[in-house]
Structure formats: C-alpha cells, structure tokens
C-alpha cells in the first residue's frame, strides 16, 4: 500500500517527462540546431573578418557564451590546452618559416620575420577560432538532444543512432580503459613511469578493453530489439525539446545575418 508521499514522487517523476527538458540556463537549452548554426556564423566570421582582432573577438566570444551558459569550468581548460598546444605550434612553425621582407631574428636557415609573425599569429587565431565552435558546440550541447533534434528534422533513426553510439563508444572505451588500468595497477603491475613502462602496461589492456566494448554493443543490439526499434511505425520519445521561439529565431537570424555581411566584405571591402 503506497504512502502519500511515495504517490507525490511519483506523480513528480512522470510530471519530467510531460514537459520539455531545461537545463535551467537560455543558452543550454537553445535548439541544437540553432545553436549550430550560431557556431558556424561565428566560425564564417572568424575567417573573413580581417586581421587578428576578428578572430581573437570570436574567441573572446566563446569565453564570454561558456560563462553565461555554466560550462566554463569544462571549456576553458579545453579550450586553453588547445591554445597552448595547436595554436602556439602553428604560430611558431609560421612565424619561422614564412618569408618576410623584415627580418627579426635569424637562426641558421630560420629566419623570424614581422611578416611572418603577423601571418602565423593571423592563422593560429583563425584556427582556434574553429575549434573554440567546435569545443563550444559540444560541451553545451548533449549529443542525445543533436540527434533528438535532427530525428525531427526528418533524419532516421538508424543514423542518429549511429552517431550517437559512435561517441558514446568513444566516452565506454576511455571508461573501460581507466577501469582496466585500475584493476591492474592493484595487481601490482606498474602502470605509470616513463614512455616505455607506459606502452608496455597499455599493451595487455587492449584485449579486455575491446571485449568488453564488444560485449557492450551485443547489449545494446538486444535492448533496441526489445524496443521495437526497427518497427516502421513512428518512434516515441521519452524527453522532448524546448519549442523553438521567436526571440531564439531572432537570435539566429541576427547572427547569420552578421556572418553574411562578413563574407561580403571579404569579398568586396577589405581584401
């Protein structure tokens, strides 16, 4: 016999499904599909607006869009390692090696120019730009609610759920490897060290690894056949998105707008 309190959980719980999933922040809880094509105006503009300031605008951009939606503490060091790993090597390699008039610094066969160190430091920038909308796009977006919002744009099932379970697999195999490595290093086997000792422990955890990966998509198989997932009838779905609203349109409309004008004038004004 249930209690008053058990019946009031449970109403509460089957009242989640009834609305629309929320984030409880504006910017989580954009459209998939519009916050896409918020990221790809701003990853056209980073690459036809002139100069450096563009593209370091954009990034300043990503910044500022990650601390307004909560996710700063995920993006940011992503973002940063992506500075200071890619974008410092593709402006040193250019700097070093493209040839300028105004030479800085010679050293042997590299030669630093202000040419060059103006084109790399344009080219880094371009380059982090792209991957900040990229970085972005996915920590503010759960691939569940991408794929969510393409089936409903009249994409099939079957390939939403390929990608899906394409990065999914992705996330098990770094989860299954850690878990490995664990029960290893309890053994006794020495996990950590130098490059050697490193590959040499990595090696005998690859079988038990990629079987129980395997073992994971064997499962995954027979709970879509429970589901009747390849029943022709129209799916259901547990989790529904926010409706799509004229501010958001709005939204969308000004930035693409603004992608549009920066490709007109890199194609008639500044270059």
């Known amino acids: 016999m249930s209690t008053p ?4 959980l449970d109403q509460e719980f089957i009242d989640s499904f009834r609305s629309p999933a929320s984030a409880g922040n504006r910017i989580r809880d954009l459209n998939p599909i519009s916050f896409a094509v918020i990221m790809v105006a701003c990853a056209v503009a980073a690459v036809t607006l002139p100069g450096p300031w563009g593209p370091a605008a ?5 910044v500022a869009v990650s601390i307004a939606a909560g996710v700063s503490k995920a993006f940011l060091p992503a973002y940063g390692k992506l500075f200071a790993v890619v974008g410092l090597i593709l402006f040193v390699l250019r700097a070093a090696f493209l040839p300028g008039e105004h030479v800085l610094l010679r050293l042997g066969p590299i030669a630093i120019s202000a040419e060059g160190i103006a084109q790399g430091l344009d080219f880094a920038l371009v380059v982090m730009a792209l991957c900040g909308a990229m970085t972005l796009f996915f920590t503010v977006t759960p691939m569940k609610n991408l794929m969510l919002a393409l089936e409903l744009r009249g994409v099939t099932p079957r390939a939403t759920y390929v990608i ?10 770094g989860k299954n490897t850690k878990v490995v490595m664990d029960a290893q290093k309890s053994r006794g086997i020495e996990t950590e060290g130098g ?3 490193r590959v040499t422990a990595f090696v005998p955890i690859l079988a038990p690894v990629f079987l129980a990966a395997m073992s994971q998509t064997e499962e995954r198989a027979l709970a879509l056949d429970a589901r009747a997932f390849n029943s022709r009838s129209r799916h259901s779905y547990l989790v529904s998105l926010q409706p799509v609203g004229a501010a958001e349109i709005a939204l969308v409309c000004a930035v693409a707008a603004c992608a549009v004008l920066s490709i ?3 194609a008639f004004i500044w270059n």
């Open 58 to 62: 954009i990034c300043l951009i990503y």
């Open 164 to 173: 899906l379970a394409s990065f999914q697999a992705i996330t098990d195999l």
């Open 195 to 197: 490059m050697v000792g």
């Open 264 to 266: 007109v004038g890199a």
């Open 5 to 8: 309190i058990i019946d009031e």
